[in-house]
């Protein structure tokens, strides 16, 4: 593993549906954070977490929740699907004080 | 509270012309100032950011930019731009504040599209 890595790449899943996103990274960053990229709105933060074990909500919080069990993890659950949750998901890391690194994305279809 | 504003959302040129793409922001405390590009379905990637010291700041692929405290601006430019180039551009502030957990305020994006 090489940075921050994301599961699964893409999904369309049926509305009322539990997903989990995953994301793993390997920098030991203490903050991690989930985003939500939709076209004209651009980087939208749903929760992030300062180090493990601790979780905070972001802009958009509602329908989603996180877990913080270690540094390396920090998974994205969608309790129960819904269309307007149909976005590309974004992980990222940091030090706390540099730049983020971005994984590759999860495209999620609600239907 | 933050905030970012990218003056362009959309900023056609033609190949070898320089660019420059444009970024405000506001806050009440001192900021790190950043820009990230995407490429077509990728992630961002850090392109240059501003930490402290000096206020020109040069990043990867031949961009720079500046940091203008009065005006709150970091303007990012490139002299001459590719075919290559061509991509969504986001700037980003994050608060110097270590209670913040580096959370940034992204802007909404500029989309630069090179042209032959």
């Known amino acids: 593993i090489a940075g921050i890595t994301q599961a699964p790449t893409s999904q369309i899943l049926a509305a009322g549906r539990r997903m989990t996103l995953r994301c793993t990274q390997d920098?030991?960053?203490?903050?991690m954070y989930w985003y939500r990229q939709d076209l004209g709105l651009g980087l939208r933060l749903i929760h992030y977490?300062?180090?493990?074990?601790?979780?905070g909500k972001g802009e958009v919080p509602d329908g989603y929740s996180v877990s913080r069990a270690n540094t390396d993890d920090f998974p994205l659950t969608l309790a129960s699907a819904v269309p307007s949750q149909t976005s590309v998901y974004f992980c990222?890391?940091?030090?706390?004080?540099?730049?983020?690194?971005f994984g590759p994305g999860t495209r999620l279809t609600v239907l | 509270a933050q905030s970012v504003t990218q003056l362009d959302s959309q900023v056609p040129v033609f190949e070898e012309a320089p660019v420059e793409l444009r970024c405000n922001y506001s806050?009440?405390?001192?900021?790190?100032l950043f820009w990230y590009v995407q490429y077509p379905n990728q992630g961002l990637q850090l392109l240059l950011k501003?930490?402290?010291?000096?206020?020109l700041v040069k990043g990867i692929n031949g961009f720079e930019a500046e940091f203008n405290k009065s005006q709150t601006s970091f303007h990012l430019r490139k002299p001459s731009v590719h075919i290559s180039d061509t991509a969504e551009y986001f700037c980003?502030?994050?608060?110097?504040?270590?209670?913040?957990?580096?959370?940034?305020?992204f802007g909404d994006g500029t989309t630069l599209t090179v042209k032959p």
């Open positions: 990222a890391s940091s030090d706390g004080v540099n730049e983020q690194f």
């Open positions: 920098m030991r960053h203490n903050a």
């Open positions: 977490s300062n180090t493990a074990g601790t979780t």
């Open positions: 806050s009440s405390v001192s900021v790190y």
């Open positions: 501003y930490l402290s010291g000096s206020t």
């Open positions: 980003a502030v994050t608060l110097r504040d270590n209670t913040n957990a580096g959370k940034s305020t």
